[in-house]
């Protein structure tokens, strides 16, 4: 009899633990494989970082982005080239316009040279009696309108040249041309002309104008000459 009982406890914990086991597999998710799998909500799946992969709409966003950054980076960089060319065409333009500018200041100077080579020039020359330093009233109307010129050109030095005949000596002659031109220059400078831009030098008889010894010859060559200079 006890026997019995003892085989049937055993038959009957063999039965609770059956039951027990069935149930706690039947408790276990099942999990889909390859496409016949489940999915979770919302349509993402997890890669095997954990991390939900991104929708479609949040590829077609992200595209977008990229796209409009590129093309903020091709409109910049097409500023930046024509900001350039822009930059060199006008530093041609300038480099030109001063080429063009010192081309026509030489030439200018150069006339100029030509003119005052020959005797010639904007202020022409005045003239002086034998032995004579003092202006005449010829002399006098003539520099009134030297000063009109020099004023409405304030760019512009003045050197005043006196010049006598081959008359006396040497050195009284160079005396007499420096009183010649330092008289011009005072009457000069009594008409408004600033001093600073005038400076006096004397050649006496050496620059005639006409060496032929004749008393119209001597009349050219006492004189005093202006040339004038653009101021550097």
């Known amino acids: 009899m006890m026997k019995t009982w003892w085989v049937l406890g055993i038959l009957i914990c063999v039965l609770f633990l059956t039951l027990v086991f069935t149930a706690g597999c039947a408790k276990k998710p099942t999990l889909g494989e ?6 979770p909500p919302g349509g993402k799946l997890e890669g095997a970082t954990g991390m939900a992969a991104p929708t479609s709409e949040e590829l077609a966003a992200m595209n977008k982005a990229r796209a409009l950054k590129e093309q903020t980076l091709r409109e910049q960089a097409e500023r930046e080239r024509l900001a350039k060319e822009r930059a060199e065409k006008e530093r041609l ?7 063009e500018r010192l081309e026509k200041q030489r030439a200018a100077a150069e006339a100029e040279g030509t003119v005052q080579a020959r005797g010639e020039g904007p202020l022409v020359d005045i ?15 003539l520099l009134r309108k030297h000063a009109a010129w020099l004023s409405a050109h304030p760019g512009h030095d003045l050197t005043i040249e006196g010049h006598c005949d081959d008359r006396g000596t040497t050195e009284y002659n160079l005396a007499l041309g ?8 005072k009457f000069l400078a009594a008409l408004g002309i600033d001093t600073a831009r005038m400076k006096t030098i004397s050649y006496g008889e050496e620059m005639p104008l006409d060496a032929s010894g004749t008393e119209a010859a ?12 653009p101021k550097k």
């Open 34 to 39: 390859g496409a016949g799998g489940a999915q």
């Open 93 to 99: 333009e300038r480099a030109k316009a001063e080429r």
């Open 127 to 141: 003239y002086f009696e034998f032995d004579q330093f003092t202006l005449n009233s010829e002399a006098r109307e």
């Open 178 to 185: 420096e009183r010649r031109a330092a008289e011009t220059l």
């Open 218 to 229: 001597w009349a050219k060559n006492r004189r005093v000459h202006f040339v004038v200079n």
